[in-house]
């Protein structure tokens, strides 16, 4: 059962673009929103992460936009670079629980 | 952030054998740890949470007789794949868990093939 739904499943962004990736949820006792980034034969490390009380956070490049009434979370990575070619995951947890996951976004950066 | 670490990084094995990998938290002390599998361009497939002392909890439709899972200390976990047989071949990652800030940190992963 798909609880965190993650769109698109690949993106191709060109080098210093915006890559833009969407996750939308239904339970509303997540209070957690995870982002984390895998590159190909490794394990997902974590990006950014966003509680739903804010409605954004920035780390560098890395932006997450939060709409609780929606139910919509979102991944922005400014002026991207080849780099940030990778897997990314979003991600939601109801306080200790463990991590339901998206199904994951391959993003490809072109120079 | 914290570093987990898995061994061995990758394995290969005969049909009808058992592989363990191991799952060590290096920097922090994890009551919990988790164990997914990977296949290929999909995502992280939870198989079963471990909690050190007691006995893991598996998500349905995984056979708790064939993933042995043992979390004997805070820093330990070790997933048993027995009597392998090529479908289980796939990549494991596991993570441990920040008592403290509830934070997941994952491990490099397992790439199983079984032959």
């Known amino acids: 059962q798909q609880q965190v739904k993650q769109s698109p499943q690949s993106l191709i962004v060109q080098k210093g673009g915006i890559s833009i990736i969407n996750c939308a949820y239904e339970?509303?006792?997540?209070?957690?929103f995870p982002w984390y980034q895998q590159f190909p034969g490794k394990g997902p490390a974590l990006l950014i992460a966003i509680r739903p009380d804010v409605s954004e956070k920035k780390e560098g490049r890395f932006t997450i936009s939060f709409n609780k009434s929606a139910k919509q979370f979102s991944l922005h990575i400014m002026d991207s670079q080849p780099g940030d070619s990778a897997t990314y995951f979003c991600a939601a947890r109801v306080g200790s629980d463990d991590m339901r996951f998206g199904a994951g976004t391959r993003l490809t950066v072109k120079p | 952030g914290a570093v987990v670490s898995q061994h061995p990084s990758w394995v290969i094995c005969k049909s009808g054998t058992s592989v363990k990998i191991e799952c060590r938290s290096l920097d922090f002390q994890a009551t919990t740890m988790f164990w997914y599998r990977q296949f290929p361009k999909q995502s992280l497939m939870l198989m079963a949470t471990s909690n050190e002392g007691s006995k893991a909890t598996y998500e349905q439709g995984v056979e708790k007789d064939k993933f042995l899972i043992n979390h004997a200390s805070l820093t330990l976990s070790t997933l048993t794949v027995t009597s392998a047989h090529p479908e289980d071949s796939s990549f494991y990652i596991c993570?441990?868990?920040?008592?403290?800030?509830?934070?997941?940190?994952f491990g490099p992963g397992t790439r199983l093939t079984v032959t």
């Open positions: 993570s441990a868990r920040d008592p403290e800030l509830y934070e997941q940190y």
């Open positions: 339970n509303t006792a997540f209070d957690y």
